[in-house]
């Protein structure tokens, strides 16, 4: 019988074996191209956006708000320029919430994990912390050296610098986050003067080191541990998917210019790319479709004097067939076919139907609650009356007066202390306020006992809504 000896992992202590792999640092090195510069416009776009937006102002009218994007936590409301959204249409949310994800489904199903490479905040502040790093302790080899050598003075102030840097960026970062929550002119000014609340100053510290964490620190290892988008991608890539993609029959066999393929074997693509995979090994779940490796490929190529595109965005059945090449990829891909018509259709639908329910829902809202403890009261005249809680919701910025009326034409209706008993009686909500009145309904005793069905409604001469309810009357006994 022959025995196996099982050597221990010689970075491991005698005994143990390690269940996961040490990080090993990634130094991305700088690259230009036509994607890199799509990474810069996309990150000066974004961030110039969340930076700013809060700023915006939005004429609402009177006694509202004139940020253009609030969410107002205290008052439960969420404005996004001329859209109101009350805690009674939180399923908006839920329709954007799915719009946000099939509109990802979609565009992963068209270009692979563009979303990561070009718009994932993860990327755009990892991006902006990457720049930073290179002005101050420069490119791939010079930091590899800096990391490697002595502690210097020159080494600390440039740590200290370029960390100092990044807390800044993080605090900014933290800062623009709560001006989303409150209004950012008087909140700026309450930070000016020294006031600082509690939630507010919370939120803003602990996104400023979870910013400086995670872009400055964790990096690619959100992207490959972390986020579960990585891990489910493959289920929405097809074989006409738009991904990354070397190209082997052009690239091997690796070796010397002139001597085997196109790839010299140089490893530009992997010093350039922030997953620090190897693209040329196939597609991998690292890769987040930035393309940098594509510029660091076609630089290489520009100086051998080669055509272009030995890595490019390719679909896999293009790469397996090679029956495209860089001039006549787009006239190869089947950019419609089944599963992106499905994805577009749902959105149109979702979104759509979203929209018309925006431009059509109401402007009002009556919710009614009725007492239950008692469920009705004996008048001394021999009447019932039962009670009922009544919110009207009023979703203009002008004070509206409504009428409140029932369905029993027997009956009366009044609010204690406000109106004597009527037909109608009249009510008025501030603007943008819910209005809460207690309304007792009077009803002549009849034969009929148990529950008798009872709407109530409030109108004015734009607006009308109705709920329906119950009056209870007493249940006979013999």
């Known amino acids: 019988m022959t025995q196996i000896n099982i050597e221990p992992h010689q970075s491991e202590p005698q005994g143990l074996l390690s269940l996961f792999e040490k990080r ?4 991305p090195a ?7 510069r799509l990474k810069w416009g996309f990150m000066a776009v974004l961030l110039g956006l969340y930076y700013i937006l809060p700023w915006v102002r939005w004429e609402r009218g009177e006694g509202a708000p004139d940020q253009a994007i609030l969410v107002d936590t205290i008052n439960r409301k969420f404005y996004f320029f001329f859209i109101e959204l009350w805690p009674q249409e939180v ?29 994932c905040p993860q990327t755009v502040w990892t991006d902006l912390f990457q720049l930073i790093e290179r002005r101050i302790e420069g490119d ?23 960390h100092t840097l990044w807390l800044l960026v993080g605090l900014c970062t933290g800062g623009a986050w709560v001006f989303y929550f409150q209004d950012a002119p008087t909140l700026w000014a309450d930070m000016l003067s020294g006031q600082l609340y ?6 803003m510290i602990f996104l400023t080191f979870s910013t400086y964490l995670m872009a400055g620190f964790a990096r690619e290892q959100v992207c490959t541990y972390m986020c579960p988008y990585a891990r489910f991608q493959g289920a929405m890539f ?87 090449s860089l001039k006549n990829l787009f006239k ?6 089944p599963r992106t018509i499905f994805y577009l259709a749902i959105i149109n639908v979702v979104g759509w139907t979203m929209l018309y329910g925006l431009l059509t829902r109401p402007l009002m809202d009556i919710n009614v ?63 943008g306020k819910v209005g809460t009145f207690r309304l007792l309904v009077d009803r002549p005793y009849t034969q009929s006992s148990g529950t008798i069905p009872l709407t109530i409604t409030a109108k004015t001469p734009k607006f009308e809504d109705s709920y329906n309810s119950t009056f209870i009357m007493p249940t006979e006994t013999n």
């Open 332 to 337: 190869t891909v089947r950019f419609i076919r």
């Open 238 to 324: 097809d074989e006409e998917s738009l991904i990354v993609s070397y190209d082997k029959t052009r690239g091997e066999p690796r070796g010397k210019a002139g001597e085997g393929g196109d790839c010299i074997d140089c490893n530009r693509c992997v010093a350039v790319c922030p997953t620090g995979i190897d693209i040329r090994n196939g597609q991998q779940y690292q890769c987040i479709n930035c393309a940098l490796c594509v510029d660091a490929c076609n630089a290489i190529m520009d100086k051998l004097g080669q055509a272009r595109g030995l890595i490019r965005y390719n679909t896999f059945h293009n790469t397996v067939s090679g029956s495209s």
């Open 30 to 36: 700088r690259v230009s191209g036509n994607f890199r």
């Open 140 to 162: 791939r080899i010079k930091r590899q050296r800096l990391d490697a050598g002595p502690w210097t003075i020159n080494k600390v102030t440039r740590k200290i610098i370029k």
């Open 369 to 431: 609650i009725r007492a239950r403890n008692p469920l009705f009261i004996t008048l001394s005249n021999g009447d019932i009356r039962n009670a009922y809680t009544v919110h009207i919701v009023n979703k203009t910025w002008q004070h509206q007066t409504y009428t409140l009326s029932t369905n029993h034409t027997t009956g009366t209706i009044f609010i204690p202390d406000v109106t004597g008993k009527a037909h109608q009686v009249d009510v008025s909500v501030k603007p």
């Open 91 to 119: 399923y908006y949310f839920t329709g954007l919430l799915l719009l946000a994800a099939l509109g990802l489904f979609f565009i992963t199903t068209l270009f692979g994990r563009v979303w990561c490479g070009y718009a």
């Open 198 to 203: 509690f939630i507010p100053t919370f939120w």
């Open 24 to 27: 090993k640092k990634i130094y």
